[in-house]
Every structure is written in structure tokens, then in C-alpha cells.
């Protein structure tokens, strides 16, 4: 089995384990590592919700994740909001479903503040101990900082970098529960979080509720009726939107901080890249820190190989056009790991009775290189090279259903090696692609590329081509 390294562009080490800290638990420590277990793993297969730990820092060590994009994310409260509950039994549900404990459910209920619960999980993440032992050794992990050289061959440590999930977290999205918008306020957080001695490189900047910036994409399917998404739903951009936006990748005194598009409604994300057109020239790289294809362009046509019928044709997922645009800025399309946003129903069942581990991941691995196919065969078309764009950005602690075999951030190497076959397979056969540089690679290489390469490489152009633009810890 070929051994290789790994970069994850989404996610959530502190989700949980901050969520514990309400309640002083042995939990809430980054370092808590509850492994899946036979019976763990029958209930995630029947009821989709996760019980085990993905991506604490000791699974992501002994997976060989050597670059943790961390994504801090103070829970929106319409998550745990319900006219027809009383809250308590609310907190007691969502706590079962979320893992982040009951105290934390019923903190975020009540607090009228985003941004406060945003630099409390910040401190929670910088104070977290640096080194933890193990019986089977010592791991350790640091932030990444801009002055260094990328150091990958550290045994059993991991380089972290912070990043943002929603910009509701400039306390935004909150008149509803009693505070009013404040635009002085919001603009003066955006610079208290640019200060932050190791400061977000990206925010994903819409999620899942209104943030009176911009409109939010459906995302909560499976809970309709109990959560209410519809205010801004599939809309635009406001006005102080795109305020907010040139306030974050301005680079002035202090440096910018990029866009993550994932979680914008279409409509959001076709008015951001004429944005960039218009005032940027097209300079500042897009990032989908955790997204998935469509399978088909924006008139519906489909124009890879692969039938649409094996994507989720949702408009949370990504369309051709924009697959391109991504490739052209230099961006990273990172594909997650959250199944329900990879296939159909019916593709990504798992099975309760009938066990076949192999089967199970060569299943699971065929899942994720569709995606990496298409995005490939698409920007082939366009004249692009088409194996430079994907990553990983799993989602692994964030509330996700896993693919089948692919629990945790330890089964990457198992799945990697998967993704090796269907490449060399693709590449030995007849395909859609003319570009020499794209048909004749090695097919480790290809892989390699998707697990960590092309991830350090946009770290690199950061560093190298741009660094006093870009926020990275000093």
C-alpha cells in the first residue's frame, strides 16, 4: 500500500470539543480521540448521525493529515430555534444529533452575540495543549506561519490554520432573536478578526441561515420542518454585502482575507465572480473550501462523460462555468466528505446486514472519483491542466453522514489507494481528454495531487507570489 501525506481544507477539530468545554467534560480536549467502534458505526448506517470523532488531532496524526484547515463555526442559533418546542427539548435533541453537549445547545439559544462565541472558540484552539502523549508516543501540533518553510516530514504533527465558517460571525443574521444590524459593529469586528495574532486565511462567507449579506443555498434537506432556512434563500447580494466583501479582501494596512463560496446560493455566487471580474481583474483566487459537482453546466447540459444521474444535482453543488472560473483564478475546488452532497440516495446507502469492507470502500472511492473525473474532463475541455484544482476538504466533525469506509481522517490512506486503481484505469483507457499533460500522468502523481500537492502549491503562491496580500499567522 502506497503511503501518502494529506492536507484537509475544511474541518471541524473544535466543533465538538469546544461544544464539551460548557460542561467540563474530559471531551473537550482537540486531543480526544473516540474511535469508531462496530456499534458506532451500525448507528451511523441507520440513522445517518455521526458518534465518533473524525478529525481530533490525534486521528488526523496517525491519518498523516499534515496541513488542518481549521474551521471555527459558533453555531447559528436557527439550528436550535423551533416556534413549537420549548427549547429545552430542543437542546436535548440537537445535543444527541450534534454531539456538542447540552450546556453548549442552550449557551447558543440564549447569547445575543456571534462574534463574542467566535473568539471564544479562538482562544479555546490557540490554548489547546501543543503536545499531547499518547501511550504509542508524543504528537504535537503548531499553527503555520507565513515566515516559515512548509515542513511536511514532522512526525505526528500537524500545521494548522484557521479558518471561518459563515460570516454571521460579525454579528450579523441576529435581529430576529433581539439585535438589531449594526454596521459600525460589523465592520469594526471584521478588523478586530484581521488583528487576530493567527488570523482566519479564508471565510466561508454565506451557511446556513439569513446573515443580511448575501443568500444562502438550500442545505438542511433532511431536517425540513423542524429548521426554517427560507429568509434570503436563493437570493443575492445587499448592499452592505458587498461592503463586507471588499472590507475582507481589502489589503491595506492589514491583509486580506479570502472567500470561500461554498454555502452561497447560486445567485450569490454568479453576482461574486462578476465581482471579481469588474473591480478585481480576476486576481483573487476562489475557493470551495467543501463542495461537490452538479454534473452539469448552468443550462442543465451535462458535458463530462459521466451521466448526471451519479451526482446530487442540488444548487449547494457547483456547475461547470464555475468549476472554470475556480481553475482560472488559481483557486482550490476541495471535495467533501459528506456523502449526501457526493451521490443519489440510492449510491450512497449504506448496508446494515451485509458487510463487505473492500466492496464498501471500492464503492466509496468510486463516489469521490467521479468528482474528481468530471471537474477533470471539464477544465480539459477548457484548455486547462485538469489535475491541479481538487483537494480534500472532508467536513469530518462538522454534523456530516460519512461514505461508507471512509469514517474518519485515518481511512484518507485507505481511500487514496483506491482513488490509484480508478485513476490508472481511467488513464489506460479511452477517454475524453486532449491535452497531453493531462492524459499522460502518472497516476500516484494524480492522486498525490488531490490528497496534498495542490493544496501546498496555493499555500506556496500565497507565501511566494502575494504575501503581504493574504492572511496567513506572522
Not at 33 to 54: E, R, V, W
Not at 102 to 116: E, G, L, W
Not at 404 to 418: G, H, L, P, R, Y
Request: glycine content about 4%; proline content about 4%; overall charge positive.
Amino acid at each position: 500500500m502506497i503511503q501518502f501525506k494529506f492536507a484537509d481544507l475544511h474541518c471541524h477539530p473544535t466543533l465538538r470539543t469546544f461544544g464539551k468545554s460548557f460542561s467540563k467534560s474530559k471531551k473537550a480536549s482537540i486531543w480526544f480521540n473516540n474511535q469508531p467502534t462496530y456499534f458506532s458505526k451500525l448507528i451511523q448506517k441507520i440513522s445517518g448521525i455521526t458518534k465518533f470523532s473524525q478529525a481530533d488531532f490525534y486521528t488526523m496524526s496517525k491519518g498523516q493529515v499534515k496541513v488542518a484547515f481549521v474551521s471555527l463555526y459558533p453555531f447559528e442559533k436557527g439550528f436550535f430555534k423551533n416556534p413549537y418546542i420549548h427549547n429545552k427539548i430542543v437542546a436535548r435533541i440537537a445535543s444527541f444529533i450534534t454531539s456538542i453537549g447540552y450546556k453548549r445547545v442552550r449557551f447558543i439559544q440564549k447569547h445575543q452575540s456571534y462574534f463574542d462565541d467566535l473568539i471564544e472558540e479562538y482562544d479555546f484552539l490557540i490554548n489547546s495543549n501543543k503536545v499531547f502523549n499518547f501511550k504509542n508516543g508524543k504528537y504535537s501540533w503548531e499553527f503555520f506561519s507565513t515566515g516559515e518553510k512548509l515542513n511536511l516530514n514532522q512526525d505526528n504533527k500537524v500545521l494548522v490554520i484557521p479558518t471561518i465558517e459563515g460570516a454571521h460571525v460579525f454579528n450579523s443574521g441576529l435581529a430576529d432573536y433581539g439585535r438589531q444590524l449594526n454596521e459600525k459593529e460589523i465592520l469594526k469586528n471584521i478588523q478586530r478578526v484581521k488583528s487576530l495574532k493567527h488570523p482566519p486565511v479564508f471565510i466561508t462567507f454565506a451557511h446556513n441561515f439569513n446573515n443580511d449579506f448575501c443568500g444562502h443555498a438550500p442545505s438542511l434537506e433532511p431536517l425540513k420542518g423542524l429548521v426554517d432556512q427560507n429568509k434570503n434563500l436563493d437570493s443575492g447580494f445587499s448592499l452592505l454585502g458587498y461592503k463586507i466583501i471588499d472590507e475582507l479582501l481589502r489589503n491595506g494596512d492589514q491583509k486580506r482575507i479570502l472567500i470561500d463560496v461554498k454555502h452561497m446560493s447560486l445567485k450569490s455566487r454568479l453576482q461574486y465572480y462578476k465581482l471579481l471580474e469588474t473591480e478585481y481583474n480576476n486576481s483573487i483566487p476562489i475557493i470551495v473550501s467543501h463542495g461537490a459537482v452538479s454534473g452539469l453546466d448552468l443550462k442543465g447540459k451535462p458535458n463530462g462523460s459521466i451521466k448526471p444521474e451519479h451526482f446530487a444535482n442540488d444548487s449547494i453543488n457547483f456547475y461547470d462555468e464555475e468549476l472554470v472560473l475556480i481553475a482560472k483564478s488559481k483557486g482550490l475546488f476541495a471535495i467533501q466528505m459528506d456523502s449526501k452532497r457526493l451521490a443519489p440516495n440510492h449510491l450512497i446507502k449504506k448496508s446494515i446486514v451485509f458487510t463487505d469492507k473492500k466492496k464498501a470502500l471500492k464503492k466509496s472511492a468510486e463516489i469521490v472519483w467521479r468528482q474528481i473525473q468530471h471537474v477533470a474532463e471539464i477544465l480539459d475541455a477548457s484548455g486547462l491542466p485538469a489535475w491541479d484544482t481538487c483537494c480534500i476538504g472532508s467536513d469530518f466533525d462538522g454534523t456530516i453522514n460519512p461514505l461508507d469506509e471512509i469514517w474518519t481522517s485515518q481511512d484518507f490512506n485507505k481511500m487514496a489507494n483506491e482513488l490509484v486503481v480508478c485513476a490508472r484505469h481511467y488513464l489506460t483507457k479511452p477517454n475524453t481528454l486532449k491535452l497531453k499533460k493531462n492524459k499522460h500522468i502518472n497516476p500516484e502523481v494524480l492522486i498525490s495531487n488531490f490528497c496534498i500537492n495542490n493544496t501546498i502549491r496555493f499555500l506556496e503562491h500565497l507565501q511566494e507570489s502575494n504575501v503581504r496580500d493574504y492572511v496567513l499567522s506572522s
